[in-house]
């Protein structure tokens, strides 16, 4: 007995329902690589970022993941090359979807017709995803946007739904600005920490920071970013 469409399991109607101790016997996600590509680059390196971005509230199946993340690394890599881009599957499958199977093959003389709604057992795993929610990221230089955007729209097909493609306005994968990741980065604020960066305040213990980390004044004020440098044009 195969799988049941996707379609079946398509909208978000009841509570999340894990695996736990309870919820045994589920089967592994289709799923089982989330970062492709340069992964291990460092935040400066892919300066660009564009986003696969859901616009319906649905769940999505783990093959569909999978599916997308393949069509997507397969044309990066042959279209801008497999040292140009870091792909990011943004969403995990942690719910657990449930059949009640029933007799239908030709060994059945008859129909099974069970209960109706019963609960049923561990048939795969999807995600939830709401409006809004980004489904996948590319980062890679500025050259490689348009190659980008061309591979997520070829992924926007294995996933039900509407989804949309946004080049963002961050740095990479981090939450800030570009023209304000530059102007920190000339202050000297910033510190790397693997494909993110650690932005660095005013606060904290003088004798645990070295010299060149040392701030009078803080970089953002209310979540608005300062940058020193203007005051003083």
């Known amino acids: 007995m195969g799988r049941r469409p996707a379609r079946c399991y398509r909208q978000i109607k009841n509570k999340p329902y894990p695996k736990s101790r309870y919820c045994r016997g589920v089967p592994d996600p289709k799923i089982r690589i989330y970062d ?19 616009w319906e509230k649905e769940q999505v199946s783990s093959e569909a993941m999978e599916a997308a993340r393949i069509a997507c690394n397969k044309f990066m890599t042959k279209n801008a090359g497999k040292e ?47 409006i809004g929610q ?4 590319v980062r890679c230089k500025d050259q490689n946007v348009a190659n980008c955007c061309e591979a ?30 530059v102007k920190w980065r000339k202050e000297g604020r910033l510190v790397n920490d693997g494909v993110n960066v650690k932005l660095q305040s005013n606060h904290g213990r003088l004798e645990n920071r070295p010299a060149e980390n040392l701030f009078l004044r803080p970089a953002r004020d209310n979540l608005v970013p300062i940058h020193y440098e203007d005051e003083s044009v």
Not at 134 to 137: D, G
Not at 159 to 170: L, N
């Open 84 to 130: 140009a881009f870091h792909l990011r599957v943004r969403v995990h499958p942690f719910h657990v979807l449930r059949i009640n199977k029933m007799l239908s093959c030709a060994g059945a003389d008859r129909l099974q017709t069970g209960m109706r709604g019963a609960f049923g057992k561990p048939q795969g795993v999807c995600a939830r995803v709401s």
């Open 36 to 54: 492709v590509g340069m992964k291990r680059y460092s935040v400066e390196a892919f300066p660009a970022c564009v986003h696969l971005v859901s």
């Open 134 to 137: 980004i489904l996948l990221s």
């Open 152 to 181: 997520l729209r070829r992924a926007k097909f294995k996933f039900p739904g509407q989804q949309k493609i946004i080049v963002s306005r961050k740095w990479g994968f981090t939450s800030m600005d570009r023209t304000d990741y």
